[in-house]
C-alpha cells in the first residue's frame, strides 16, 4: 500500500470518528432533554456501537487515539508518534 493512499485512508477514518462523534454528542444532549425517547435512544446506541467499531479499527491500524488508559499501545509506545489524531490540518 502506497504511503499516500495509507494517509488518505487514515484521513477518511479519523473524519468518519469526528462525524460519528458529533452525532454522538448532539444525540446524548437532546436525551438530556427528553429521556423518553425511544427512537432517540436507539439512535444513540446504533451511532455508539459504530463509533466505537471505528475507534477500534483506527486503533488496530495507525494507534492510538488518546492516553490515559483508554487505548493500549504497541511497543515502543506509540503516543509521542506523529500525527496525533487532532494534528490533522483539516
Request: proline share 6%; hydrophobic share 35%.
Amino acid at each position: 500500500m502506497s504511503n499516500a493512499h495509507d494517509k488518505a485512508g487514515r484521513e477518511k477514518l479519523i473524519r468518519a470518528i469526528q462525524e460519528y462523534e458529533f452525532a454522538a454528542v448532539e444525540l446524548n444532549l437532546y436525551l438530556d432533554n427528553f429521556p423518553r425517547s425511544k427512537e432517540a435512544l436507539e439512535d444513540y446506541n446504533y451511532i455508539t456501537r459504530e463509533l466505537n467499531k471505528l475507534k477500534a479499527r483506527y486503533v488496530k491500524n495507525y494507534g492510538p487515539l488518546s492516553n490515559f488508559g483508554e487505548d493500549t499501545s504497541d511497543f515502543p509506545w506509540q503516543w509521542v508518534e506523529e500525527p496525533w489524531p487532532w494534528d490533522r490540518g483539516y
